[in-house]
């Protein structure tokens, strides 16, 4: 009788293999990081939709781009550098997420599920990710980017980089791909206790802004459903904290680039508010997992330097979501709800 020796001898046994996934980082905050993490990045066609005339977009990134931008945006990873760890925010947060999650699946379902991390750009990629899933026998795997909203560029590029992967392997797993969760009662509900938790402490604003990362308005009108998304989130939100229409606002912000973006701008909407009499704010991000570049430099400190300039006198910033426990039951709870079918064979 022929006996199987490959890896998958003891398929029937195997753990369910989840990849968590987020955008990614630069190995350091250095000049030279920053423009292969940036060419990555600003080369992906679901990120920068080019023109017709694809060499335009390749002229203007190679030589203008990142020629310029590795420098400035270096500097500001410096700001942030080992604020969460020993490296940038959004790499040392997603690490303590994925050990996170992997205590909270073991200790609800023992020898179920073996979660790995991946970056869609940077360290660990995705495709390392993958394979140690693959090395270790998993033949289901469930993605699950940690983008709470879908958007062509964010989960959509997910899925092509975990495409690009699978394609090349031998044996094609079962595969199950969770592209949004942005009406999730259990990150409603988590949103929800860190915005009461830090208003307890800190008291009620005039205004609370949920500011979310923008896309470009054309990428909107071809059908990317991300701002109805961010819509439903804010009013879920707003429903949970039962909070008046006039109490809070939603905005888009960084954006990159000269073309038009979904509107509010965040950063407008901030230099507008003291003119309205409005000089409390406190923002939360609701679209980031995790506290990065864009929510500690950006809004945290540049955009707080907008508004009290415009005479405001009070902004707080409502850290992202993170490592809270309701966070990693919540996401626990995801990977559970859409595997159970499988975890039952």
């Known amino acids: 009788m022929y006996k199987c020796s490959t890896p998958y001898e003891s398929a ?13 980082t630069p190995d350091s905050p250095t000049k030279g990081s920053l423009k292969t993490y940036l060419k990555e990045f600003l080369s992906d066609t679901r990120v920068v939709e080019p023109p017709p005339a694809r060499w335009i977009w390749k002229l203007i990134l190679n030589v203008i781009i990142l020629n310029i931008r590795p420098k400035k945006s270096a500097q ?10 020993e490296g940038s925010p959004l ?19 023992p020898n179920v599920y073996q979660v790995e991390l991946g970056m869609r750009y940077g360290n660990p990629s995705i495709k390392s990710a993958l394979q140690a899933l693959e090395k270790s026998g998993c033949e289901k795997l469930m993605i699950l980017p940690l983008y709470p909203q879908y958007a062509s560029a964010t989960t959509g590029s997910t899925f092509d980089a975990v495409s690009d992967e699978i394609k090349t392997w031998r044996k094609v797993p079962e595969l199950k791909f969770i592209s949004h969760y942005y009406n999730d009662q259990r990150y409603i509900d988590a949103l929800a206790s860190s915005v009461n938790e830090f208003q307890t402490k800190h ?12 896309i470009p308005k054309r990428y909107f009108n071809n059908g990317d459903s991300y701002p109805c998304h961010c819509c439903k989130t804010t009013h879920l939100l707003a429903k949970k904290l039962d909070v008046e229409p006039s109490t809070y606002k939603m905005s888009f912000q960084s954006r990159f680039g000269r ?18 009499d409005i000089k409390n704010v406190q923002i939360i991000c609701p679209g980031f997992s995790a ?8 809004i945290e400190e540049e955009n707080k330097d907008y508004f009290i300039e415009a005479g405001g006198e009070s902004y707080q910033y409502i850290p992202a979501l993170n490592t809270r426990e309701d966070h990693i039951a919540c996401l626990s709870g995801i990977v559970y709800d859409k595997t159970k079918d499988w975890s039952d064979q």
């Open 12 to 24: 029937s046994k195997a753990k369910i293999g989840i990849l968590i996934t987020n955008l990614g």
């Open 76 to 85: 500001a990873y410096e700001t942030v550098w080992g604020e969460f760890g």
């Open 91 to 109: 790499l040392d947060i997603s690490k303590q997420q994925k050990e996170l999650l992997q205590q909270d699946l073991e200790q609800k379902y």
């Open 203 to 214: 008291g009620k604003p005039d205004l609370l802004l949920m500011s979310y990362h923008g």
């Open 259 to 276: 073309e038009e973006w979904m509107r509010d701008y965040t950063d407008e909407t901030l230099k507008s508010l003291p003119k309205k």
């Open 291 to 298: 506290d990065c570049l864009e929510t500690i430099e950006e």
